[in-house]
Each structure stands twice: as C-alpha cells, then as structure tokens.
C-alpha cells in the first residue's frame, strides 16, 4: 500500500505518469485516489466511506445509500388518489363547518366564495394487498405494489402557496436560498462514483396541462460551495449542457486546455484560498469525465422490451416521467448518490377529475416500476424512495360544483405521500386524519421531520449536519424535525 507521503512526492512515480500523457490535473487525480486508497478510504463508495464524505459520516450503520425523490410538482388531492373518506357522499354539496375548518386561511383563489361545498370524490377505492392499503381506481399500478410502500397520511405543512410550499420541501426553508436536501447529503456523504454527479435532477411535463415553474435554485447549493448542487440532465441534445466538445476541438486538447486551466485556477487557489476556485477546478475535472460516462448512462438501448414495458410506453420517450424513472433507476445502479425528479402539471384548481386523470397516466404505472425494478435487481434494500407533492387538496370545491367535475384548493394541513426502500418498513400506513378530510387526528408528520427520518436511513445525524454561514451553524431542518421511528424498519 502506498503511504501519503510516497504518492505525493514519488519523483519517479510522477515521472512515469506523466509520460503516459497525463497532465496536472489528470495526474492529481490519480494521486489523489492512491492517497485515499492509502489512508483506508473507499474509493468505489461500495464500503464505509466515499470520495468526499466529512469525516465521522455516516453518523451510524446507513440502511439506504441512494435517494430518488418522485416530487409531484403542484400538489396532488389525495382525497382522489389515498386518502379515502366514504362519509362525505352523504355531505356532497353542504357546507364544510366552521367548526372543522377552524378559521384556517385560505389563498386567494377561494377567499372570496360565498360557500365551501363538501365534494367528495368520484374515484372509486379498494383495499389492495396484504397489508389492505386502500388506494383510488386512478392508482391500478401502484396498487400492485402497496405491500412494498408505507403510506404517510399525515403530512403537513406550513406553506400555502407553491414557491414557498415547494422551496420548503426542497431546502427546508421556504425562503429561497438555503441549500437544497441534495446538496446537503452530497456535502455530507460525497460520491460514489467520481465519473458522475453525486446528484442529478431532472423535469418531466404533465401530458395535460402546463405546470408550475420550476427554478434551478430548487437543486442548488445555496450557501454550501457550489459543487454540491445539483447537475439537470436535459431530454434535448446533450444531456448536460456543453458536454459535447465544440467542433473541430479534439479529446487531446480540450485535456490539455484542462490541465493549463487548472494549473491556473490552482495559483489562484494559493493566493486567494476562495474554496469557490477549488469547485471549479473539480467540476471541469468531472465534466471531463461524464463525456464518456454519461452518454453511456443516458443510452438505454441495452434495456430489455420487458423493461420498457414495465415502465411503460413513454418509457422509450426521452423527457417523459416514465423515461426519467427508467434513468433513475440507471443512476443510482451506477451509484450516484441523489435523484430528485419533478413532474409538473399537479394543480387542479378547476376541472380535476380530467386532470388527474392525465396525471395518473402520465406516472402510476413508471412509479410502480420503479420499485419493482430496484426490487428485482436487488436495489430497493439500499435505495430510499418518496413519493409526494408539496401539499395537499382541500374537501371543499373551489368553483363550481356539478355532478362530473370539481376543483379544490391548496390544503397545508394534511396531506398524503408514500415511501419505500431502505430503512423503510414495507405495508404500513401511519397516521391519520378526521372523517372531513380537513384536519390531521393522530401522528402528525411535518417536512422537517421527514427531512430528518430521510436523512436517518442515509445514517445521518440530522442535528449534526452542519455548516457554519454568517456566524451561525445552519443544517436541513433548522432548529426543528424529529425521526419518524414508527416508520422505520
């Protein structure tokens, strides 16, 4: 085993290297695995440690080492989809009581109707599995797979509106700016493979209807040096922007532009001590290598016919929900660390039992593969899954009411989201809410705290994530979140 000392300063050793062709940086890397080879680190992230992980991490014995996080973007009723309340057919049309509403606010969108008519869905729901989960007919897929997910029907938020509602479960904050639940594990965690991203999102569209915007700050790093942020995999042209070398620019001279650019950026590394220069320094570095890792990744001409037609047929369409499950499932194989993917198109404030309908299309059937394709290749054990959106829907109709359609309202004070995988107990339900549909009545499960039960199956310590900005120590949940211990296996 070679020592730090004998990688870094074997004049012989850099000698040879470098009449390989390899240049500074190219030969710094090599270096740099030996020296952590040395030192006992893993450099496959296979064992306890990766490349880039703070020292002392995980906190404890990790039950998973990936995350894929199916944010539904604009907020799915789960009064159509989980949550199945049979006493309100009896209450269609009445006004929801004072008594149960509570003075909650609304938004702006229903603040001005003269009534909140109950509407009680049209969906119908069964009990599927052994463990009984009872889910809407829009959920044939998913129901398939209940016994392998539990089910959280008690989440709530504070936030009313999208940006902030979303922000929140992004970053834990509903001011933008913080850093994001993916960066915070990459800081935290590092990498598991060094010729890909530790994390990686990517937007899918509704096939109905446009859906909120979404901003690239929902991926960022916020305050954390900036090569923890997410890199957005694109469904047009390269799948990183600039990944391609411009024309007429060969493989040798885009390395040897490299090595001159890094040896550059290392002078300024010494002077200024900016950690800034010493991101940009890693990330060419990496850009370099995902030239060949992921057009490689992105290519899934080696998929079965019997994997697209699990996922089904939009599965073979790049930048639909469907494909971008398939190349999650691709990249945490490969072991990049965090998938966050968003599919937009989930607000239904008027005409929702059409527009739910397009999206239970658009992503029932990829999600349940999802799970039985990690599950089959032995992935589901060490890979967290969730499900959810960033609030819920309210019982009572916004606009009108009629016997084939209704619209409802955002709803922060309960909602419904599911997770699977590692650390997770299978086929359970936990919490509950009121025969109304309205208010949270036993196990109330907030962002902060499923925050902190995700970073739980990763083995971290929420509380002892950290990092100092501004004079103050600042971590996912702030000062809040509790581990939902019910839930874990």
Known sequence: ??????????????????????????????????????????????GPAAWGALPGLPHFAAQAKNVIY???????????????????????????????RQGQRLTG?????????????????????????????LLPHTANVADELCFIKSMHTQAINHDPAVTFFQTGAQLAGRPSMGAWVSYGLGSMNQDLPTFVAMVSQSSGKAGQPLYDRLWGSGFLPTRYQGVKFRSVGDPVLYLSNPTGVSVRSRRRLLDDLAELNQLGLQEYGDPEIATRIAQYELAYRTQTSVPELTDVASESEKTFELYGPESKRPGSYAANCLLARRLVERGVRFVQLFHRGWDQHTKLPDGIRHQ????????????????????????????????????????????????????????????????????????????????????????????ATMMHCLGIDHRQLTFKFQGRDFRLTDVHGRVVTDVLS
Not at 85 to 100: A, F, N, T, W, Y
Not at 361 to 378: C, E, V, W, Y
């Open 70 to 100: 199916l944010f539904q973007s604009g907020a799915p009723s789960q009064l159509d989809l989980f949550d199945h309340k049979p006493r309100l057919s009896e209450l269609r049309g009445d006004d929801l009581p004072d008594s149960v």
């Open 109 to 137: 969108m229903t603040a001005t109707q003269d009534r909140f008519p109950v509407a009680p869905s049209m969906f119908k729901f069964a009990q599927h599995g052994k463990s009984g989960a009872r889910l809407s007919e």
């Open 360 to 451: 239970c299309q658009d992503t029932d059937q990829a999600s349940a593969a999802l799970i039985s394709d990690l599950k089959q290749r032995g992935l589901l054990d060490q890979t967290l899954v969730v499900w959810g959106g960033e609030f819920g829907r309210t019982v009572y109709c916004q606009g009108k009411l009629t016997a084939v359609d209704y619209g409802r309202d955002h709803h922060p004070r309960f909602f419904t989201i599911w997770m699977a995988g590692g650390g997770i107990k299978p086929g359970i339900t936990y919490g509950q809410t009121d025969a109304f549909g309205y208010n949270i009545d036993q196990d109330p499960v907030h962002v902060h705290d499923l925050h």
């Open 1 to 46: 085993m070679i020592s730090r000392e004998q990688s870094e300063s074997s004049p012989s050793r850099r000698a040879f290297l470098s009449q390989l062709g390899l240049g500074a940086t190219a030969l710094s890397t090599i270096l740099a695995r030996e020296t952590r080879s040395a030192a006992g680190g893993d450099i496959t992230g296979e």
